[in-house]
């Protein structure tokens, strides 16, 4: 064989082995976790039930978690902060500033149907604030966005806040999976 053969031999050889370990390689490479999640469509405000529970008191403040749980048929996908404020005066108007944002490690999730995510939340009680500096008001309960959603819904939760937007009552984590 002269050497411009054995060459292409070698060349054709080398060619027939790449190719067979490329196409063998997508059933050993592991899925990409993020391009499942992109494929996923975004939690909406009606894949998902929201309520309140309370966890504890303590120095001048009330503990708890805002639950969202998906209802649907579906899974979708959710992560970071959502929105929170106090509403009331029988009709929904806001009371007080909405809540601030504790900080957090910020995350996407899948949420399958039936699962839940939580935001622990944190409540200064109002009676903290001199009358004149905080105006109390009776609160009916929150007005709960999803993060990155545009419509709200309602959870019951009577207390009393502040109708001056200088004081803030509330602040909240980004959601996270729950602890068992």
Avoid at 24 to 43: Q, T, Y
Avoid at 107 to 122: T, W
Avoid at 129 to 152: I, M, Q, W
Wanted: glycine residues 10%; positive net charge.
């Amino acid at each position: 064989m002269n050497l411009s053969r054995r060459a292409c031999w070698t060349a054709a050889l080398a060619a027939v082995t790449l190719g067979v370990g490329l196409l063998s390689a997508p059933a050993l490479a592991k899925p990409d976790a993020s391009s499942d999640r992109a494929a996923v469509a975004a939690c909406v405000s009606s894949d998902m039930a929201i309520s309140y529970h309370g966890r504890g008191a303590g120095m001048g403040h009330r503990y708890g978690v805002i639950a969202i749980k998906n209802t649907s048929d579906h899974a979708c996908r959710t992560g970071g902060y959502g929105g929170v404020s106090y509403v009331g005066d029988g009709n929904g108007t806001q009371i007080g500033a909405p809540a601030d944002r504790d900080p957090g490690h910020v995350r996407s999730f899948v949420v399958q149907p039936g699962q839940r995510l939580v935001s622990p939340i944190q409540e200064t009680v109002a009676q903290n604030f001199p009358r004149k500096r905080c105006h109390p008001a009776h609160v009916d309960g929150f007005r709960v966005y999803l993060p990155n959603e545009t419509h709200s819904q309602y959870v019951k939760h009577p207390t009393t806040g502040c109708r001056k937007h200088k004081v803030h009552l509330l602040s909240h984590k980004p959601y996270r999976r729950p602890a068992h």
